[in-house]
């Protein structure tokens, strides 16, 4: 892989990189009910490692600038035309990298393939519009209630909870 050095993450991608080109035209054929249902669930928590793992190194070249080499403006501009994704997703992927530098929980449990990154976006988004005043005990509580819940909830489901988290975590704070 071009532009892959010594570092292991590096190192690492490209064995991901190598394992994924090993299945490229793997048949299908023999692999029944159970089987294909278990592997979805699990190719679902490795993308969400995997997931956890761009935006850990976004977030690292966020702060290296990496777009300074080639003039862009933003690390998400950057990002953008470097994987050809629209800016609007790139800057919720900037977003989200910022967010699991703060919320260790969320970020554990994203890298653990407990938290999807649809998921893993809204706990963070619930997390920031929280009260800036209330006490940090309190929005950790909430940061590891939401991470709990996002193990029998979907996306949208989160949002409304995220929306009602200090009435289960704090209720006096949320009154």
Same mark, same amino acid.
């Given at each position: ?10 190192? !690492? ?16 054929? !023999? ?20 997931? =956890? ?11 290296? %600038?990496?777009?300074?080499? *080639?003039?862009?403006? #933003? *690390? ?6 470097? #994987? ?7 800057? %919720? ?9 703060? &919320? ?5 449990? &994203?890298?653990?393939? %407990?938290? /999807?990154? =649809? ?8 997390? $920031? ?6 006490? /940090? *005990?309190?929005?950790?509580?909430? =940061?590891? %209630? ?20 200090? $009435? ?8």
């Amino acid at each position: 892989m071009e532009g892959l050095g010594q570092h292991q993450v590096d190192r !690492g991608v490209a064995v991901i990189a190598g394992a994924l080109t090993d299945l490229d035209e793997v048949s299908l054929i !023999g692999l029944d009910q159970d089987a294909t249902a278990a592997s979805l669930v699990e190719i679902a928590a490795a993308e969400a490692r995997l997931g =956890e793992l761009k935006h850990r190194v976004l977030a690292h070249a966020s702060s290296v %600038r990496v777009e300074e080499a *080639t003039g862009a403006a #933003t *690390t998400a501009t950057w990002l953008a035309r470097a #994987t050809r994704t629209t800016v609007r997703s790139s800057r %919720r992927a900037v977003h989200l990298a910022t967010a699991l530098e703060t &919320y260790q929980r969320l970020r554990e449990g &994203y890298a653990a393939g %407990r938290v /999807n990154t =649809e998921q893993a976006e809204v706990i963070a988004r619930a997390l $920031d519009a929280l009260p800036t005043d209330i006490p /940090n *005990t309190v929005k950790a509580d909430a =940061e590891q %209630r939401l991470v709990e819940l996002a193990a029998h909830h979907d996306a949208c489901d989160l949002r409304v909870l995220g929306d009602r988290v200090l $009435d289960v975590v704090a209720p006096a704070v949320a009154d």
